[in-house]
């Protein structure tokens, strides 16, 4: 089902060079959107808009880290003066690694992934909603994580950052509200954005009542929905994406950091 509706708009998607952001770009490029494929794979993001742009799309590759705030300006400076607007935000940048025990963190690599997932987040909702909000219409959303509501063994960082974004995600639909911008988020479950083995896919599927692991694409059509008319009255709302993971009670058979893994004290 395509939204003739988003066909011309501004669409800025962060974390793009692969996986579900670039899924999420390349849906709403089908869709007639503009792009703006936003990354620190610069090469990545470059062939991803090549792609687009061969498909008969318009999308433009931005190198960005979005944790510094000068580059953050620079993508949505460069956004206005190649389209001369921004109608839907997507902040699917952030980091998962490095998964470390908090016996073994510093605070460098808490301020990696803070970084990268709660303050990237923050600096491109601010300029959105200034660019949004004068024009009484937007759309923003984040990406989230099972992660903020349940926790993962050796997630501390990612998983505060998440929860963060979640809370964001409901302030900011408070503040953007009288303006006419929406904000909501995504919570996708176990995806397969790098090509994982049969083994691993059959491991991760055997807990997921659907009977499989998600494809980048699974997300690709819950962010168009929440950007177009039919999503017009939601706002400050999350869309769980997981094959219905969150929503049983049971025993993970699956755990990403093991206590067998955890430091051995002295």
Not at 4 to 12: A, D, M, Q, R, S
Not at 49 to 68: H, L, Q
Not at 175 to 189: E, I, Q, S, T
Request: hydrophobic content about 45%; charged content about 20%; some cysteine.
């Amino acid at each position: 089902m395509h939204v003739p509706e988003l066909k011309g708009k501004v669409v800025i998607v962060t974390g793009s060079a692969r996986g579900i952001g670039q899924a999420i770009a390349e849906r709403f490029a089908i869709e007639g959107s503009s792009v703006v494929l936003a990354d620190l794979d610069h090469d990545g993001i470059e062939s991803v808009a090549k792609k687009i742009i061969t498909d008969g799309g318009s999308a433009i590759p931005i190198a960005t880290d979005v944790a510094i705030e000068e580059q953050v300006d620079a993508l949505f400076d460069t956004t206005l003066n190649e389209y001369g607007t921004v109608d839907v935000l997507v902040n699917n940048a952030g980091l998962i690694s490095p998964v470390k025990h908090i016996l073994d963190v510093d605070k460098a690599w808490w301020d990696r992934l803070i970084g990268a997932n709660l303050t990237g987040t923050f600096l491109c909702a601010r300029r959105a909603a200034h660019i949004m909000a004068n024009k009484g219409e937007g759309s923003i959303i984040n990406m989230s994580s099972g992660g903020a509501t349940k926790a993962h063994r050796a997630f501390v960082a990612y998983d505060a950052s998440k929860g963060g974004i979640e809370a964001m995600t409901r302030a900011l639909a408070l503040d953007l509200g009288p303006y006419g911008v929406r904000v909501n988020c995504l919570v996708p479950g176990f995806i397969d954005t790098y090509g994982a083995s049969e083994e691993v896919r059959e491991k991760q599927g055997a807990i997921v009542p659907l009977g499989r692991m998600g494809e980048a694409a699974d997300l690709a059509g819950s962010a168009v929905f929440l950007a177009s008319p039919d999503a017009a009255y939601i706002t400050g709302h999350r869309i769980v994406i997981d094959g219905g993971v969150l929503v049983q009670q049971r025993s993970a058979n699956v755990d990403t950091f093991p206590p067998s893994q955890f430091p051995k004290l002295d």
